[in-house]
């Protein structure tokens, strides 16, 4: 898996660098993402789709096959509606 | 499993005007519809442009909200280094600070007590006045101001006198801050940024940031406290699992939705959402109640689980306009409700629930005992 940012469209919301601190960090000068692993191991995947998919701008993105669930080629993961999720 | 509201026949994207109108209003309540919308660029938090001059929705300077792309990413990104991780994190200290202090009056103010006016309100207060650097002495009388000044207050002439004392309070200590800016977020601004902000749009800062600190997060501690002592078993599990606080924190965010509505939108051009056309120049209200699948103060709302995953719940928006505030108010809540609870682990209400009196964004009281 091959994780992309796109600091342009990035607001600062500092959910990916909360919730997956192994894969992103957060600009002190900006407070806009940055990428600390682009290819994160497996360990990390599930957290990395749930920020693709989290993330307020669609600034994460997911590309790669060889994924279990397979789905992500740059485009942002779809969002669990909260009312449906585990 | 909670539903959402209105998961199943009602559409979820409705036009709000009478037939025939020239400019359609819709509203959306859908998940899906709420999300594509405030995530979609082509719509504008502006009033449209033959309202501009509409005095009731006047531009607010230095409002985030009333800004589009390419002002807004230009105001956002002198804001953004105040509100990232590791600059929350030094305010932790701070907080466990003023959270001990009031955990401690409470202690000595017997039972049952209110926890609005002597936990929640001068928590939040005291926090968010010294993030701005507010002096300590005029701390309580301009918390004071902003609670009269809500906007639910039905005495017209009260509400108004408190908001033009809020605002005069301000723009004064603004322009002291002007000559001995402080190491402060609003004395840092002014260092960094000063030159190139004017007068109002630095005061229209100061009084979005003070406003939302206080209210939005008073708001949700208030009824997220409430939500958990409605929901004992949720409670005891958090106690039993003090580790589960962050999702906790989450899911009262998500239950309470203290901005039931987003700032209305207006598309730019023609947008196709969920099968229908927003055409130009068409406003759309955006229920962030109804896509979150909770509902307004007071009234019944589905079961808490603290241990679900409820990423993705729009309590703080979507889009470039996501809540710049959204760290600093999991971190409070955090440290508040934890505190709460490891101090008083048998907290209770002291009353029927169905006696509790309710603002639009707060419940007015919340008595206890532990
Ligand atoms: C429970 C607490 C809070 C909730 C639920 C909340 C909710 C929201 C929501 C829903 C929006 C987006 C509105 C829209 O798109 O129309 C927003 C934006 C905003 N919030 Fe919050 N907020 C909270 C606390 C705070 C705090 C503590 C601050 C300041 C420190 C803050 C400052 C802002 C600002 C400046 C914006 C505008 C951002 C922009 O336009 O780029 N909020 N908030």
Known sequence: ?86 | MPRPLNDSQQSRLVVTTPPGSPDRAWLATGYAEVRAILGDDRFSTLPPAANASDSRRLIQPGNLLHYDAPEHTRMRKMLMPEFTLRRVRTLEPLVERVVTERLDALEHAGQPVDLISHFVWPTTSLVGCSILGIPRDDQAELARHIDTHRIDNPDREQREAAGNAYLSYLSKYMRQKRRKPGDDLLGRLIVEHGAELTEAELLGTATTLLASLIQNVAGTLGLGTLALLENPEQLALLLKRPELIDHAVEEVIRSVSVIAMASPRTALEDVPIAGRVIRTGETVACSLLGANGTTAPGEPKAPLDITRDNSGHMAFGHGIHYCIGALVTRMELRIAIAGLLERFPTVRLAVPPDGLRFSSRAVETLPVVW
């Open chain 1, 1 to 86: 898996m091959e994780v992309r940012v796109d600091r342009d469209r990035c607001a600062g919301s500092g959910l990916c660098v909360s919730y997956a601190p192994e894969v992103f960090d957060q600009s002190e000068d900006d407070g806009k993402v940055l990428l600390k692993e682009p290819l994160p191991g497996t360990g990390a995947a599930g957290a990395v789709r749930a920020m693709a998919a989290r993330c307020p701008t669609g600034a994460i993105t997911v590309h790669g096959h060889g994924h279990a669930h397979g789905h992500g080629h740059g485009e942002p993961a779809a969002p669990r509606e909260p009312s449906e999720a585990v």
